[in-house]
């Protein structure tokens, strides 16, 4: 078998685990079950012994292993220090190194943030596939994103770069975003803040909606589909969370000019509605030139982590 690279995408329940061919093919997935015990220490050697037997099973040798990337819930620093993942148990750690070590071999081992790794696989074989200037947003329970420059990811000083969903465009929010702001794109334009919405929407006014069936329990799913029915609240609730995540993106724009922003998560799956809605409004926020990013869906779903993970030992 030709040389080979292993994705390794960390989450609070599952370990995601992909074995690749250098050129992007999946050869092999598998998950491990996370275990958070004991401040989270059991987790890396469940997954290497995992990760050793499906080796053993293609039979790969350590020096056909070009490399093993991961993707961890929390900020990586520059050195690879992860100072806390609050979802694992996990406190200042060098995951990449212990992942080595756990290997026993030279193996080249490298962590980033999930959210930013998958942006990179999403690069590599998804939504953004041929472009190598991408902005991923992730439109799930909070919005996470991703920004890839010439193929890397750029991650920042401080572990920072891509928490899209912490910039502030709603001045007159009252309540509080959970990192403790106000007004951040999460609080709006996530599965939450959509949800949320809808409820305000329905409290300030006595329009009929096809929303109101639903109540306090209405979802963003909920949103999205009756904004796809024509539903005049679902569409203004929709069209509110897609005019600040235009902004946001806007924003971006501005900043370091991507070729392609795409979207994924639980809410894009409400498809062109919410891709034509947000350019409507980035268009509105980018006046400037004519000659701008696209935005498209995601297209490689919950694998989009082990993808970005492999992909970046592949430099």
């Known amino acids: 078998m030709k040389q080979c690279c292993v994705g390794i995408d960390i989450g609070g329940t599952t370990v995601k685990c992909g074995l690749f061919t250098l050129e992007g093919e999946l050869l092999d997935k598998w998950e491990v079950p996370t275990r958070k015990e004991d401040s989270g220490q059991h987790i890396l050697p469940d997954v290497a012994k995992k990760l050793k037997e499906k080796l053993a099973d293609h039979g790969l040798t350590a020096d056909e292993l070009k490399g093993i990337g991961m993707g961890v819930p929390g900020p990586v620093m520059p050195d690879g220090c992860v100072e806390v993942c609050v979802n694992l148990g996990w406190h200042d750690c060098w995951p990449a190194r212990e992942m080595q070590k756990l290997m026993g071999a030279e193996i080249r081992c490298e962590a980033a943030n999930d959210a930013n790794v998958a942006a990179l696989g999403e690069m590599w074989q998804g939504g953004g596939k ?32 891509g928490e899209l969903g912490h910039i ?40 009929p909606s096809a929303l109101r069936k639903f109540g306090d329990k209405v979802t963003a799913k909920n949103v999205c589909d009756c904004a796809n029915d024509g539903d005049s609240m679902a569409m203004e609730t929709l069209d509110t969370a ?31 509605i919410l891709t034509d809605l947000t350019m409507k409004h980035y268009e509105e926020f980018t006046p400037v030139s004519k000659k701008k990013a696209g935005i498209v869906l995601a297209s490689l779903g919950n694998d989009a982590g082990i993808y970005g993970a492999a992909r970046m030992v592949l430099d």
């Open 168 to 207: 502030h465009v709603r001045d007159e929010e009252k309540e509080f975003c959970n990192c403790g702001g106000r007004g951040c794109l999460e609080q709006v334009a996530s599965a939450t803040g959509i949800a949320r919405e809808a409820r305000r929407n329905m409290a300030a006014s006595t329009q």
């Open 242 to 272: 897609c005019r600040y995540l235009g902004l946001a993106m806007a924003y971006v724009t501005h900043i370091v000019d991507p070729e392609v922003f795409v979207i994924g998560g639980g809410v894009s799956r409400a498809g062109k």
């Open 130 to 161: 041929g472009c190598s200037n991408v902005v991923a947003v992730t439109l799930g329970t909070g919005v996470g994103g991703g920004v890839v420059i010439n193929g890397h990811v750029i991650a920042g000083v401080h572990g920072l770069g």
